[in-house]
Nanobody
Framework: EVQLVESGGGSVQAGGSLRLSCAGS???????MAWFRQAPGKEREGVAA????????FYDDSVRGRFTISQDKSKHTVYLQMNSLKPEDTAMYYC????????????????????????WGQGTQVAVTS
């Protein structure tokens, strides 16, 4: 089981930026890490993911070009840099980990599927005001 701890949430005006961090207890060569978000009354949705070994990244169309997922392997930490934030980005953001990312093709087809992720953080709130 991978322990995940998120940080970096907060309140910001539209157009502003925030950086979320997710510290994990371990990474392996088959680990993928992802950020999901859940707004009140909505389903939890995938935002971005990264293949830890290959450093390949995946994004939802709603955040592509505004958000960047990255990692620091030495710290077992994944980041989500969020720029040009919009009120519709307001949600609880969750970090998640899975250990079956043996290929980028598989990761590309499945990174947004919640059931593939075994480990989840407690969430960090992001609020974007207009």
């Amino acid at each position: 089981e991978v322990q995940l701890v998120e940080s970096g949430g907060g309140s910001v005006q539209a157009g502003g930026s925030l950086r979320l961090s997710c510290a994990g207890s371990e990474f392996t060569i088959s680990t993928c890490m992802a950020w999901f978000r859940q707004a009140p009354g909505k389903e939890r949705e995938g935002v971005a993911a990264i293949n830890i070994f290959r450093d390949t990244t995946f994004y939802d169309d709603s955040v592509r070009g505004r958000f960047t997922i990255s990692q620091d392997k030495s710290k077992h930490t994944v980041y989500l840099q969020m720029n040009s934030l919009k009120p519709e980005d307001t949600a609880m953001y969750y970090c998640a980990a899975r250990s079956d990312c043996y290929s980028d093709s598989w990761a590309a087809r499945s990174w947004e599927v919640r059931s593939h992720y075994k480990d989840w953080g407690q969430g960090t709130q992001v609020a974007v005001t207009s």
